[in-house]
C-alpha cells in the first residue's frame, strides 16, 4: 500500500519551460514533505521541503506546493535546464518518524 | 565536512551468501538509515539507527538486520542472499535530535548484484 504515489514515472521537457512533478499522498497524518533529486550512480540529494503549516516554499527555480485538503504537491521548476534531467524523489513523514518516498520521476531536460 | 561514505560501492555475490554493508555518517549525526532503491519501487526503507539502537523498522524479512557502533558508523547484514536482493543500497545520516524532521543526507550507495 504505497502512502506517497508519484504517478509520472517520466517526464519530458523543452529546456527553459516549466516542469511540474506530482506527488499525491494518503495518510493525512504527514506533515512535512520534502524533495530529492538523484543523479546516476550517485545518492539522493535534499532539493527543497514544506511543512504543513505552508502552502508554498520557494527557493531560487524551484517552488513546492502543497495542497493539504486534496493530499497533493508539486514541484516546480522555473525555468528547466538540462542539469535539472534526474530523477525526483518526493517524500512525507509524520511527526519525527522516517519518511516515506515516492518511486521517484525521471525528469528530462531537453536542450 | 566530510558526507556519507558507504563500502564497498559495488559487489557481486552468489545466491545463499552473505553481505555487509558499512555506512560511515556524517561527523556529529547520530541517525543513520537505510533504504533499499529497485527499479519501479523508490526507496524502500529498511531501518534506522539512533545511538546504536534500532529506532524504527520497515517492512524487510529477517535476512536483513543491521547495527550501529558507538562512533555512529552503521553496518547492513544481508544474509541467505536472494536473486532479488540486487539494488542500490542507501545510507542516509540525519542529526535528528528529536526536533522538528531535518533532510537526510545520503552516501552514494552500494550496488549488489546477486548471481
Known sequence: DQQVKQNSPSLSVQEGRISILNCDYTNSMFDYFLW?????????TFLISISSIKDKNEDGRFTVFLNKSAKHLSLHIVPSQPGDSAVYFCAASEGSYIPTFGRGTSLIVHP | KAGVTQTPRYLIKTRGQQVTL???????????????????????????????????????????SGRQFSNSRSEMNVSTLELGDSALYLCASSPRTGGPNTEAFFGQGTRLTVV
Open chain 1, 36 to 44: 530529492y533529486k538523484k543523479y546516476p550512480a550517485e545518492g539522493p
Open chain 2, 22 to 64: 558499512s555506512c560511515s555518517p556524517i561527523s556529529g549525526h547520530r541517525s543513520v538509515s537505510w533504504y533499499q532503491q529497485t527499479p519501479g519501487q523508490g526507496l524502500q526503507f529498511l531501518f534506522e539507527y539512533f545511538s546504536e539502537t534500532q529506532r524504527n523498522k520497515g517492512n524487510f524479512p529477517g535476512r536483513f
